[in-house]
């Protein structure tokens, strides 16, 4: 493989032919998808979030399954695509059948913010394009009418968020609903790359504004009224729901006890390596006081997001140039990742790909909680690394760009958390061993967001299989109050940040581990393939990536056999 041009086309298969075919159907299912991929032709569109809608989802897969029984595989990329699919859509049926689809409500990664958070990814250089986010804008009340329709679904069949992320999310929406709120905002502060939009289109947009803000009071007035007084107080999920959200992210099935085990583990090695890199930064001291001679060091200090979002850029731009051709193949076309603060103030950095053209970049948005302004670059070094290159932008956008070589499916639909988050973790680490965190500062900060990672494992596995607490934390079982003064002493977080994730772990069980363990089959893998004899890092990382994201037992067989690996990708 070049670093330029992809190499020769590759025949599309049977199977290359069910995938595609499903992905059409998801893009006519849900037109945000659309949005995302950056496809003309469904800018004003929502999914349907009803009930009829989540069932014609789980029809689709089931279709899907049915057309690919009796295929066989052409070759290791069909392999790894029956794979994938059968693992992915199987599991996703699963889910239907279990009733918590239509129950999806949380503080991060429900429809609740999906609804909202497209806008983020809709071009506004032109009027016509500000035409299309007031067109969606017009139709977010019959989207989260059908949102409504599947809670109010689920609460019959009695499955109902608990309190807490009912509570989470009325907040939010009500922030949206609010006169200074997000689509206020949006509507006022509307400008075309030429200057004001025109009466037509402004009046427009205003119209828009004021039915998206009334659709999301109607929701925190639903979830007020029906839904917080039938919501359970207790947070703990319960082994059955839990181990198949894991299954979701991971990919894989995993020992919840032994990971827990191996979680407490992990968590004790990385404190016991802060504490020798704090004698580093100033001999005899603890953590504690280590991260204040860091954050008290001016050279290590950013004032507003400005200065932030500069050097998250200037940071990202050394990495993809330091880093390509030499340790990762990087075509010229993914080189263009552009760093953004997120419109938010609801805590969290997050990446978003690219367009399946890549006109519109891969990016990286950094969700500020309101009145903070000041930032300290040790501690945020490695989420550059995470969220970037060679984290997640290398990794979502080398699926994108290998277009000669994955289906629709492969490319853009298929992302499983453990594989995705787990290769940004393993990039972290990845950069320590290439030695770009040689300053024991950023070392510090790489290994408090592994230490996070770690803490997560305990605490989500813990909590919510209500385990027993490590005698180093505590005594009894695991609660949540337990569990947030846990997080307190292991999560070098805001306190705006520490709340916000808090209530995330408990609302969406299973993803927060999903990093860590993720980044532990990632490391196993690799340590199975380095015993083998001409073991090359730059081509395993090649062979990896060129896969997408997959599963992680589908990773994993595709990588360890050969008969799997991607065509023309064995050595």
């Not at 069909?78 to 699963?94: F, Y």
């Not at 905002?185 to 939009?197: E, H, Q, Y």
């Amino acid at each position: 493989m070049t670093t330029e041009a992809p190499s020769a086309v590759r025949p599309p298969s049977a199977i290359d032919a069910v995938a595609d075919a499903y992905t059409d159907t998801l893009i006519r299912l849900n037109p945000s998808f659309a949005t995302e991929l950056g496809l003309p032709g469904h800018e004003t569109e929502y999914p349907d979030f009803s009930p009829a809608g989540t069932a014609e989802f789980a029809a689709e897969a089931a279709k899907a399954l049915a057309a690919l029984d009796g295929l066989a595989p052409g070759d290791d990329v069909d392999a790894v695509t029956l794979d994938a699919m059968r693992e992915r859509l199987g599991l996703q049926l699963e889910i239907h059948g279990s009733g918590w689809d239509a129950a999806d409500l949380n503080n991060i990664a429900s429809p609740a913010q999906d609804i909202r958070s497209i806008f983020d990814l809709m071009p506004t250089d032109t009027a016509g394009q500000w035409e299309h986010i007031a067109g969606r804008a017009l139709n977010v009340p019959g989207a989260i009418a059908g949102y409504i329709d599947s809670l109010r679904h689920a609460k019959d069949a009695g499955k109902v968020s608990a309190a807490r992320q009912v509570s989470a999310v009325i907040e939010q929406a009500t922030k949206y609903a609010a006169g200074d709120g997000f689509f206020a905002k949006l509507a006022a502060g509307a400008r075309t790359a030429d200057g004001p939009l025109g009466t037509a289109v402004q009046e427009k947009l205003d119209a828009g504004a004021a039915a998206a803000r009334g659709a999301y009071q109607q929701l925190a007035d639903f979830l007020t009224t029906e839904l917080l007084p039938v919501a359970p107080e207790k947070d703990a999920v319960g082994r059955e729901r839990y181990s198949l959200a894991s299954r979701s992210f991971l990919g894989a099935a995993v020992d919840l006890e032994e990971t827990y085990a191996w979680g407490v583990r992990e968590l004790d090695r990385l404190i016991a390596e802060q504490e020798k890199v704090a004698s580093v930064i100033k001999p005899g001291a603890g953590i504690a006081e280590a991260k204040d001679v860091l954050n008290n060091d001016p050279a290590r200090q950013l004032k507003g997001t400005e200065a932030l979002k500069a050097w998250m850029q200037e940071l990202s731009d050394k990495a993809v140039a330091d880093l390509a051709g030499v340790h990762f193949e990087i075509p010229a076309v993914m080189k263009k990742l552009e760093c953004l603060i997120a419109p938010t103030d609801e805590g969290g950095i997050y990446y978003t790909g690219p367009s399946d053209d890549f006109s519109r970049p891969g990016r990286m948005w950094w969700s500020v909680p309101a009145g903070e302004d000041t930032f300290t670059t040790w501690a945020e070094t490695t989420t550059v690394f995470h969220e970037g290159v060679p984290g997640h932008h290398l990794q979502v956008a080398t699926a994108t760009y290998r277009r000669e070589l994955l289906n629709k499916w492969r490319r853009n639909v298929c992302w499983t958390s453990g594989h995705g988050e787990g290769w940004a973790l393993y990039a972290e680490k990845l950069m320590q061993e290439l030695g770009y965190l040689a300053d024991p500062g950023d070392r510090m900060g790489m290994l408090d967001a592994q230490r996070m990672r770690a803490a997560r494992v305990v605490f989500d596995i813990g909590v919510h299989l209500e385990l027993d607490v490590p005698e180093r934390w505590g005594t009894g079982t695991w609660t949540p109050d337990k569990g947030f003064d846990f997080l307190k002493e292991n999560l070098a977080i805001s306190e705006g940040q520490l709340n916000f994730e808090f209530t995330r772990y408990l609302g969406w069980p299973g993803q927060a581990p999903s990093y860590k363990v993720g980044q532990r089959l990632w490391e196993q893998i690799r340590a199975d393939l380095e015993a083998r004899p001409g073991f090359d890092l730059k081509a395993f990382h090649t062979k990896a990536l060129n896969i997408g994201s997959v599963g992680l037992d589908t990773l994993r067989r595709a990588l360890l056999n050969e008969r799997s690996l991607p065509h023309g990708l064995r050595e």
